[in-house]
């Protein structure tokens, strides 16, 4: 809880220093802001907490481990902003101030302990990422971006809200305490409304997360975006959304997987697996790719969700710190790829194991993690998620996941066959020291969890 | 102590040593494979040859689902840590005359494979398994793709996808059997003491079966592997033949058949046929190769066709026959690939139509040629013979068609290979190979320690069949004591 006052708090603070041009402070208030925050949501650690304030929200142990998660994404992320969105516009601070307040919404999103803070949630974070996408006001693809995700967004607020009420017509709550125990007096007979509203909810999670076959927004939203702002939607935004989602499903509907969501669930697992990677095949525009794959990723994070089961929580921590690191390091390569060379092609990329050893060697690292070759930490995640889901006995949607993971490896070693095999005439690639610090760190983080993941997949 | 411990870490702290000490990254290496390789025998001298574990390491590693860092040596392991940690120092050294790019990281690369490749052979709980399966296929495939030839990405792209999607089938059937077992382990022991029925077996068969099938390669699998051969570095091609292939074949023995045997019964059958397919198939394409690094890539499908043939008809003929001949298979395949990169550096091409006559000019090269292919075509009193007459009269035990078919193609192998050494060797001197010059130096080194192997183990191959003797029968009789059941 502390946290989330910190963060809000600090979000106000940062937009008076904007105010008063204070314009040097505003970084690294910011980050010193996000570190006590991380350091109290750390403190609350196995605090055995219960329902605050009438049962709205609960800071137990799986909100404190993904406000942490998403806490140090963001200030890996904003260490990346340094010199950045002066370019892009004069007011810099409305950047961070944006920033913050849609990680207090996510905060709120994994915490909530009521359908209303769920919707609530959502929304603070929403309303902030429409306006970052489409924070180059000039600029057409930004325009585009922002308006495309506006629409998208509201509609699938809209079936998420339809959801809650009619789950609320049927157990007379929004809580989920009592939702789940609805549930539970009820082998039988429960109110078809309250089916309807599960559907409805699958719907609206979907779209935020962007599975298929409501994902159409993802890649045209994320491509128009500035790079940073899509480097947070991709990373923080998605492990936000499958908290919440891992939260509701876990906690209310668990009883009803194996009668009624769970073939629902499959279905689009199983298509988002295959649109996102097959589409991403095809891409020449790294930024894209990176879209698409997050597609994929979305389908691999979603096999926690179908198969719930003990190890559900664990998998989708593993996995969203796993892809989240590892795209971090995609995001700013590119960044400073698309700086220097000027667009974001694989072609780009040509050369660069020999023009900037380090970029190429941590990009390197995190298409191995993203492809989910041992040693990195995204093999870990996916060895969750595949441990997950066989303990359920989805021995065909592992088959599925396993032909994804191959066709992942073509569009991923795209990047890498670039880096190394391929030459090009240009001069070096230069990286500031911020860039250093939050490549290797992120990189160092992907080894290590792969190397020895007991680090943070024994704290469930 | 954990001596093993010590054996996997020598080749990960060459491979940082070359990357620090990259003006002289190739003495690094081959003095630091020698560290291993001297470490090695210290091992071999304290090896019991009884068909325990020895020097077992075993730590916890994610508890979660009960993985541990669980490694140890047995007779089988010990053939495949000799034939590793043996083979590197000789590929490293067989690449003293050339100049790489970026040497550093090619010898950094080689033995992090090795490092890999300990932990492949001597792995005793399955998620370990797999990661080293995984650490010894991403070097080699940078290996391949930066230093390798012509068209060498696209070929090491199919080569990489081939062996990713076999070895996620194998991730598929280790987590399965995971599941299974009561204790909430990883461990080989308790895979071994699994009763699944005979369903599972069977389609957990195929998920191993893919993985190793793709690695050795069997046909119908092997379609990656000509090409990769070919474009592949010399270096490359001698850690794919002599060591790599030999994971597939370990696989077999140690995680497919002892955890599934009713499912191997099931397709044992199969199995064999394909191997012999493919010894046949290989051997009519060498027959009419003129690219002699191609004919030596096909002649090795054929030769591990007979290996793997042997090991399926399981017996216990034919498994020491497959461990004594996978470590003489990896000295002759390097020798010849030594031999070939020779010939094609100096000559600069590839074709032995335009060859003939070297042994004229250069007799040192063409008594080591010939040794080696004396021993790749199994002449009595050379190491190639013991192991496949033992291969031979595996298949024989268990089919006798089957074997006639095999016997008479390994027969047909000696054509081809000394039809090779004719056109190549003999005849007449051309305006090409006029030029040729002898071997010398590092080169003699290396064909003269190669030669004198093949001798050796020919003469008297008694020692090694020991290492592997006692653990290969406890576990022919562990399996056909769960088959009796």
Same mark, same amino acid.
């Given at each position: ?75 890996? @992320? ?88 009619? @789950? ?10 009592? @939702? ?172 660069? !194991? ?17 492809? !989910? ?88 | ?141 940078? =290996? ?114 002892? =955890? ?226």
């Amino acid at each position: 809880m502390n946290s989330l006052i910190v963060i809000s708090i600090l979000a106000i603070v940062v937009l008076y220093l904007g105010l008063f041009k204070a314009k040097n402070a505003v970084l690294p208030v910011t980050i010193f802001g996000l570190v006590a925050a991380l350091v109290l949501s750390i403190m609350e650690w196995n605090s055995g907490a219960s329902p605050i304030y009438s049962g709205m929200m609960l800071f137990d142990n799986f909100a404190v481990a993904f406000s942490s998660l998403t806490i140090v994404s963001t200030i890996l @992320i904003l260490l990346l902003s340094k010199n950045y969105f002066e370019k892009i516009s004069e007011n810099v601070a409305e950047y961070y101030t944006i920033i913050l307040f849609a990680l207090a919404g996510i905060l709120v999103m994994v915490s909530y302990h009521n359908m209303a803070m769920l919707f609530v949630g959502l929304e603070i974070m929403s309303v902030s990422l429409y306006i970052l996408a489409g924070i180059k006001k000039r600029d057409f693809a930004s325009n585009e971006a922002a308006l495309k995700y506006f629409l998208m967004g509201a509609f699938s607020t809209g079936f998420l809200l339809f959801g809650i009420a009619l @789950i609320y017509g049927a157990s007379h709550s929004f809580d989920l305490d009592v @939702i789940k125990q609805y549930v539970i007096d009820r082998p039988t007979g429960i109110d078809p409304m309250f089916y309807v509203g599960i559907v409805l909810m699958i719907v609206g999670l979907s779209f935020k997360i962007g599975a298929a076959p409501f994902h159409f927004w993802t890649p045209d939203v994320y491509e128009g975006s500035p790079t940073l702002i899509t480097a947070f939607m991709s990373t923080v935004v998605k492990t936000a959304g499958f908290a919440a989602f891992l939260r509701l499903f876990s906690i209310c509907f668990a009883p009803l997987a194996e009668d009624f969501w769970m073939p629902t669930l499959l279905v689009i697992t199983i298509l988002t697996l295959f649109i996102g990677n097959i589409t991403a095949l095809y891409q020449t525009n790294f930024k894209r790719m990176l879209a698409y794959s997050s597609i994929s990723h979305a389908g691999y994070m979603l096999f926690a969700i179908v198969a719930l089961g003990a190890t559900s929580t664990n998998s989708v921590f593993v996995y969203a710190a796993a892809y989240s690191i590892a795209s971090i390091i995609a995001f700013g390569v590119l960044i400073l790829v698309k700086e220097q060379t000027g667009g974001e092609n694989f072609d780009n990329f040509n050369g660069l !194991g020999r023009k900037n050893p380090f970029l190429a060697f941590v990009l390197t690292i995190s298409m191995l993690s993203l492809a !989910g070759i041992p040693l990195t930490a995204g093999f870990i995640g996916k060895f969750f998620m595949f441990s997950t889901a066989l303990a359920q006995y989805h021995i065909w949607l592992i088959v599925f996941a396993i032909i994804n993971a191959v066709i992942g490896i073509f569009y991923y070693f795209k990047v890498i066959v670039a880096m190394y095999f391929k030459d090009t005439e240009r001069k070096e690639l230069t990286s500031t020291s911020y860039y250093k610090l939050v490549l290797s760190v992120s990189a160092i983080i992907t080894i290590i969890l792969g190397i020895y993941p007991s680090l943070i997949t024994d704290l469930f | 102590m954990d001596y093993l411990l010590l054996l996997l870490v020598f080749p990960l702290i060459g491979s940082l040593a070359c990357l620090l000490n990259h003006k002289a990254a190739k003495q690094t290496a081959f003095i630091s494979s020698l560290i291993t390789l001297a470490y090695a025998v210290v091992l071999l001298t304290k090896f019991v040859p009884d068909a325990s574990r020895q020097f077992v390491v075993d730590y916890p590693w994610i508890s979660q689902f009960g993985i541990h860092f669980k490694a140890g040596i047995d007779g089988i392991s010990m053939i495949m840590v000799l034939l590793t940690t043996g083979l590197i120092p000789l590929i490293i050294l067989s690449s003293f005359k050339r100049t790489f790019n970026y040497s550093s990281a090619l010898y950094a690369l080689v033995l992090f494979m090795q490092f890999g490749l300990l932990i492949v052979f001597t792995a005793l709980d399955g998620f370990l398994f797999y990661v080293g399966w995984e650490i010894a296929l991403i070097p080699i495939y940078f =290996i391949c793709a930066i230093w390798g030839g012509a068209d060498r990405i696209r070929v090491n792209m199919k080569f990489f996808i081939y062996t990713f999607a076999g070895s996620l089938f194998m991730l598929l059937g280790i987590i399965f059997l995971h599941l299974q077992t009561p204790g909430n382990s990883y461990d080989i022991g308790a895979f071994y003491a699994l009763n699944l029925d005979a369903a599972s077996q069977a389609w957990l068969f195929w998920c191993f079966f893919i993985a190793f099938a793709i690695k050795m390669p069997i046909f119908p699998f092997h379609t990656w592997q000509p090409d990769t051969y070919t474009t592949a570095p010399t270096m490359g091609t001698m850690l794919l033949a002599g060591i790599m292939l030999k994971m597939g074949i370990y696989g077999v023995i140690r995680w497919l058949i002892p =955890i599934v045997p009713i499912g191997f019964m099931e397709w044992k059958e199969l199995a064999i046929i394909l191997s012999i397919i493919g010894i046949v198939y290989a051997s009519i394409i060498a027959f009419k190769q003129k690219e002699i690094k191609r004919l030596v890539a096909y002649s090795s499908i054929a030769h591990v066709g007979l290996i793997a043939a042997g090991i399926f008809a399981w017996n216990a003929e034919g498994v020491q026959g497959a461990m004594i001949q996978m470590l003489n298979h990896g000295i002759n395949v390097i020798g010849l690939f030594f031999a070939m990169d020779i010939i094609i550096d100096r000559l600069n091409t590839q074709d032995s139509s335009q060859m003939g006559g070297i042994a004229k000019v250069a007799p040192k090269f063409a008594i080591a040629l010939l040794i080696i292919i004396l021993g790749t075509v199994a002449l009595p009193l050379t190491n190639g013979f013991i192991g496949e007459f033992l291969l031979l009269n595996a298949v024989y035990q268990y089919q006798i068609w089957f074997a006639a078919v095999a016997g008479l193609t390994i027969i047909f192998g000696a054509v081809y290979m000394l039809r090779m050494y004719k056109h190549v060797m003999q005849g007449e001197l051309n305006e090409l190979t006029s030029k040729f010059k002898d071997i010398k130096g590092s080169e003699i080194l290396v064909m003269g320690i190669i030669c004198t192997l093949i001798i050796i183990i020919g003469v008297y191959p008694k020692p090694i069949l020991n290492i592997s003797a006692a653990a290969v029968n406890t576990l022919i009789a562990q399996v056909n004591n769960k088959l009796a059941f």
